[in-house]
């Protein structure tokens, strides 16, 4: 059986983060969606799931860190190619994202990202696949 990942996140506003998601082309798991989460489906063993700041509190006895003033997770997908990095990027600025740093090109690996609506940064990286040995 394949190992599954499932990355949880504190988000203040759940449709607002669906909506941003959705425009970035991520669909949505309905069996695990309420009205205070959502299971977003990144690949058929990556999912997200995304908690409104109540329902991840249930979780864990810290408290929630403030993503926009702290980093708690960086939460790196590859992606097929340079342009889906910058597609991707893109889509999410569309959507209200930000960005925290310019583009690294490092000529077999690319990379660039974003902050979602509620501050957790996604890194987005192709990796020539010639120069993995």
């Known amino acids: 059986m394949a190992r599954k990942i499932f ?73 097929e190619n340079r342009e889906e990095v910058d597609t991707l990027v893109r889509k999410a600025l569309a959507a209200g994202g930000t960005t925290y740093k310019d583009p690294q090109d490092h000529g077999f690996m690319y990379g660039h990202g974003f902050q979602d609506l509620d501050g957790h940064i996604w890194e987005l990286m192709y990796m020539d696949p010639s120069a993995v040995n």
């Open 7 to 79: 990355v949880n996140l504190p988000i203040k506003n759940l449709d607002q983060s669906v909506e941003f998601f959705t425009q970035l082309g991520f669909s949505f798991n309905p069996q695990f969606t309420d009205e205070t989460a959502t299971c977003m489906v990144v690949s058929d063993d990556i999912f997200v799931m995304l908690l409104t700041e109540e329902k991840f509190k249930m979780f864990t006895p810290k408290p929630i860190c403030d993503a926009t003033k702290n980093t708690e997770v960086l939460v790196c997908l590859s992606c």
